[in-house]
């Protein structure tokens, strides 16, 4: 990684793209301590300091920690996210933006403006619900309509801010964008989660168990690390022959090649779709004043709470883990199933004169890839959950509550890998570039 870094900042090019991008990760970061005008910080830190949700720690490490500061980054890209969910299963349901999804890349410029519209929209409605349930609890001291538009209007414009900074990174500078912003905010709480599992587990122990805690943190992170790396390298090759034909006066073809599957198909969306769905509940019930519930009510939301599974004092609790596993395992296939086409990559090879070897090519190849495919999603959804749930056992019987976990991890690793991939392609063609240009 440090080698591959090295070699890009030799190029000239690569190096105004990696410093345009560390520039823009220094605005977000700015951008996350400036506070929202009109608020009480001190106010929403005592509030945010009472919820015992893990959707607020969800939502937290997602933010960077500008949510329970009230920044004008509060919102960040989380309403990005959830635009970008809403647009994926619409594709299923509405057949005009399934065309969009397979019209290449003029149907994928129109998906991409229309989530951004649906960003901007969700970004308002989510900042006057905050506005307005905060505001009348103490968040806004002054409470009039004036001060409420101006905390919508900050909020909103904070949130197309950043949509806007991940796109311009995208287009300027080195990797996804909105990947690294995320990334980011993740990586800005860790210091602190760090700390404060020194502090409860570390700091005031005996020796002994003191660095018996200290062994036992660093290998789950990294055993998850390690994990998650070897998940998203792994890969399936189907081997494909190119049968041999007569082109004029010479004989083409007859290449061997391959289509490689990764095992972890989706990424990491899996993991973001399933947290963001199960932490929706606790985050309503907070913002309308129910996130102490008691009754059936209060029993869901504590299924629903990721700190409460495994704990050997709350069994009930983890019931909820189920949902999450059946969660994680649809997305899996579902962000698959419109990422690629198992009968377009089946008629591109008849048309090219392609065959897996020992499958007749049309329908055969089709049935082959599609059993193929549904087998490897498998295994990278059980690898998704093993990599996901051992930080939460470790949360659930030890009570080492921290904003980043598996998902967090899941997220870094998979964004530093690919944002690598994407320097090292980058270099490629540069050195072939000027291999034929010499």
């Keep these: 990684m440090l080698q591959t870094l090295r070699n890009a900042f030799r190029i000239k090019d690569l190096r105004k793209k990696i410093f345009f991008t560390f520039m823009m990760l220094i605005v977000v970061r700015l951008g996350s301590q400036l506070p929202v005008p009109g608020v009480d910080r001190s106010y929403f830190s005592e509030w945010f300091a009472q919820q015992t949700g893990d959707a607020f720690n969800f939502f937290s490490a997602f933010t960077g920690g500008s949510f329970e500061?009230?920044?004008?980054?509060?919102?960040?890209?989380?309403?990005?996210?959830?635009?970008?969910?809403?647009?994926?299963?619409?594709?299923?349901?509405?057949?005009?933006?399934?065309?969009?999804?397979?019209?290449?890349?003029?149907?994928?410029?129109?998906?991409?403006?229309?989530?951004r519209y649906v960003t901007v929209g969700l970004a308002l409605v989510e900042?006057?619900?905050?506005?307005?349930?905060?505001?009348?609890?103490?968040?806004i001291p002054d409470f009039t309509a004036l001060n409420v538009i101006t905390v919508v209007v900050a909020l909103t414009a904070g949130s197309a801010f950043l949509m806007w900074v991940g796109e311009r990174i995208t287009e300027k500078g080195v990797g996804n964008g909105i990947s690294i912003v995320l990334m980011i905010n993740i990586l800005s709480r860790i210091p602190s989660d760090m700390i404060g599992l020194f502090e409860d587990f570390v700091f005031g122990s005996s020796i002994a168990r003191g660095a018996l805690a200290a062994v036992i943190i660093l290998a789950v992170i990294i055993l998850t690390i390690v994990l998650v790396i070897l998940l998203n390298g792994a890969q399936r090759k189907i081997p494909v022959q190119y049968a041999k034909k007569m082109v004029g006066r010479k004989m083409v073809g007859g290449q061997s090649s391959n289509?490689?599957?990764?095992?972890?198909?989706?990424?990491?969306?899996?993991?973001?779709?399933?947290?963001?769905?199960?932490?929706?509940?606790?985050?309503?019930?907070?913002?309308?004043?129910?996130?102490?519930?008691?009754?059936?009510?209060?029993?869901?939301?504590?299924?629903?709470?990721?700190n409460n599974w495994f704990n050997p004092s709350q069994p009930i609790y983890s019931v909820g883990f189920l949902l999450y596993v059946v969660l994680l395992v649809f997305f899996a296939y579902f962000y698959t199933s419109i990422t690629f086409n198992p009968i377009e990559v089946a008629d591109n090879m008849k048309k090219q004169g392609g065959f897996i070897p020992g499958i007749r090519p049309g329908k055969p190849t089709q049935e082959y890839l599609n059993k193929i495919l549904n087998y490897i999603i498998f295994i990278g959804a059980v690898g998704l959950l093993i990599v996901v749930t051992i930080p939460l056992i470790f949360n659930g019987v030890f009570g080492a509550y921290v904003s980043f976990g598996g998902t967090s991890i899941i997220i870094v690793v998979g964004v530093i890998l690919e944002t690598l991939k994407q320097i090292e392609s980058q270099m490629l063609v540069r050195n072939y570039k000027g291999f034929l240009t010499d």
């Design 259 to 306: 289509i490689p599957l990764k095992v972890n198909t989706a990424g990491v969306i899996p993991v973001i779709f399933a947290s963001s769905l199960m932490s929706m509940p606790s985050m309503i019930a907070a913002f309308v004043g129910q996130s102490n519930a008691t009754g059936i009510g209060g029993t869901i939301l504590g299924m629903l709470n990721q």
């Design 127 to 139: 900042s006057a619900a905050m506005a307005i349930g905060f505001g009348r609890q103490g968040l």
């Design 69 to 115: 500061q009230m920044s004008i980054f509060a919102l960040n890209i989380t309403p990005y996210i959830t635009s970008s969910i809403i647009i994926q299963l619409l594709t299923i349901a509405i057949p005009k933006l399934e065309e969009m999804q397979r019209d290449g890349e003029d149907g994928r410029k129109k998906l991409t403006a229309i989530t």
